[in-house]
């Protein structure tokens, strides 16, 4: 069974940064498609980034340029680097996992199996 566990939320003041990290356990890591997705109140989940085995990223529009996914295999975590961080940021911030080989990475919320529990990101104006 595969349990990914978020951390790295918080409080901060927009323009400010913020990593959060998501750590695997079960499976193998370094065979996860990896994303990071968040839900405002009364809001859909969105896409932010993600990541394929191989390293391949992707960025939502929303945030291209100021947040950046990496991963590193050897910890089993995959990271969100938030700069610039803006009010309409804030959310409920949750990651998500499959096994997945393929070229690009996985972008729609029905494409992962395995999800976190979310950490809450709040940025004040």
């Known amino acids: 069974q595969v349990q990914l566990v978020e951390s790295g939320g918080g409080l901060v003041q927009a323009g400010g940064s913020l990593r959060l990290s998501c750590a695997a356990s079960?499976?193998?890591?370094?065979?996860?498609?990896m994303g990071w997705f968040r839900q405002a109140p009364g809001q859909e989940r969105e896409s932010v980034a993600a990541i394929n085995w191989s390293g391949r990223t992707y960025a939502g529009d929303s945030v291209k340029g100021r947040f950046t996914i990496s991963r590193d295999n050897a910890k089993n975590t995959v990271y969100l680097q938030m700069n610039n961080l803006k009010p309409e940021d804030t959310a409920v911030y949750f990651c998500?996992?499959?096994?997945?080989?393929?070229?690009?990475?996985?972008?729609?919320?029905?494409?992962?199996?395995?999800w976190g529990q979310g950490t809450q990101v709040t940025v004040s104006s």
């Open positions: 079960g499976g193998t890591f370094s065979s996860y498609a």
């Open positions: 998500a996992a499959r096994t997945w080989y393929g070229l690009s990475p996985l972008i729609r919320e029905d494409e992962y199996v395995y």
